[in-house]
């Protein structure tokens, strides 16, 4: 009887400390599923800022472009304006600021490198003159797609105003104020960085103007952001157009002084209020110039190298008349740059010096 009741304290001890067991081993079980539960919380969280991080590291913003917002950009309903291979530019209206910009995408396939691309982005992002287009803003999109955001000019191009049937393209004065700020944005370029950006692309079209005709040269450094495919078929574009240097047809790289025979062609488009296309250009004729001007010059009608409206004082102007000998001056500038030779062609420098002289 006393075994049997001995028995039974034990086997009550026994159960009393299993049980006790189990609820201490429920205890720490449930106390680490919650702290498993807070970790991972936490862990979504981080990841969920990371995220929005990343999102908003997206849209990189520069000087003047620092109330740009990712919806500005997304939302904004655009008008396509131009497009090439390699993009396509748009206006666009930004709802909440009621801003115009020009919005310039780059098809993902055209693109550098992501380590190439940043780099450039950032470099031009920096860039400030009062005669380049500046950037005010960069956007990656999730799907490899870029959008470059620039201000916006009403005026337009240079290639639309001298062939739209505007007067004041034939003023000496705008002809003159036109040159000489292309060629100071062209002569920061070359030689107010620490290393000179070639544009490439110099043409009329690349040159936005201002109500003032203030000019502002666009598109400068372009081929930095395109891949080598996309950057040679930029240059192919430009030689059809007419202004791409000799030596271009057999070097693949463009230099200042390619940047400088464009600027020389786009100071006789000045000049003569015509386009300079060449349906077959080759490396063979005695000036690699625009048909137009190539025949002139070899048949002597001098008058035939400039609008003759350019000679014509306004009425109701108070400028002095440019003279012809003037004019000249200025038609030799421009084919100095145009030389088939790229060591004869004057760099920036010279051309604001000569153009200084032109103007005194």
């Known amino acids: 009887m006393r075994n049997t009741r001995m028995l039974k304290v034990v086997l009550g001890l026994t159960s ?9 081993i ?22 969920k800022n990371g995220a929005e991080d990343i999102e908003r590291e997206d849209l990189v913003t520069f000087q003047g472009g620092e109330d740009l917002t990712i919806c500005d950009i997304l939302d904004a309903p655009g008008e396509v304006i131009g497009k090439s291979n390699y993009g396509t530019l748009y206006k666009a209206l930004l709802q909440r600021s009621g801003l115009v910009r020009l919005l310039r995408f780059l098809r993902p396939v055209c693109a550098a490198t992501d380590k190439e691309f940043g780099d450039s982005i950032e470099l031009l ?12 803003g960069f956007y990656a999109g999730p799907r490899g797609e ?45 030689t107010g960085l620490l290393k000179p950006i070639i544009h490439g692309n110099l043409k009329s079209r690349n040159i936005l103007l201002d109500r003032n005709y203030q000019p502002y040269i666009s598109d400068f450094a372009l081929h930095l952001l395109l891949n080598p495919t996309s950057g040679q078929e ?15 047809i057999k070097m693949k790289d463009a230099s200042e002084e390619t940047d400088i025979y ?6 006789l488009e000045l000049l003569s209020g015509k386009e300079p296309i060449n349906e077959n250009p080759t490396a063979d004729e005695d000036f690699y110039l625009p048909n137009f001007m ?3 010059l070899l048949d002597h009608r001098i008058l035939d190298l400039y609008h003759p409206d350019v000679l014509i004082s306004k009425n109701d102007s108070h400028e002095n008349p440019v003279t012809e000998e003037c004019i000249l001056k200025f038609f030799q500038l421009a084919m100095s740059c145009c030389s088939p030779s790229p060591s004869l062609r ?3 420098k010279q051309v604001l010096q000569k153009l200084e002289e032109i103007g005194r």
């Open 146 to 190: 870029k959008l470059l955001v620039h201000p916006f000019y009403k005026q337009g191009n240079l290639a639309e105003f001298i062939r739209g049937g505007n007067g004041e393209s034939h003023k000496w004065t705008i002809i003159y104020g036109i040159s000489f700020g292309i060629a100071r944005g062209l002569d920061y370029l070359h």
């Open 16 to 24: 009393a400390t299993i049980f006790l067991i189990f609820i201490v």
């Open 125 to 136: 992002g920096c860039i400030r003159h009062s005669n380049l287009v500046p950037l005010l």
């Open 234 to 248: 930029m240059l192919e574009v430009s030689a059809s157009q007419g202004y791409k240097a000799p030596e271009l």
């Open 346 to 348: 004057p760099n920036t």
């Open 294 to 296: 190539r025949n002139a």
């Open 262 to 267: 464009s600027f020389g062609v786009i100071l």
């Open 26 to 47: 429920v205890f720490f079980y449930l106390k680490r599923a919650r702290k498993g539960e807070q970790d991972d919380l936490e862990v979504n969280n981080n990841h």
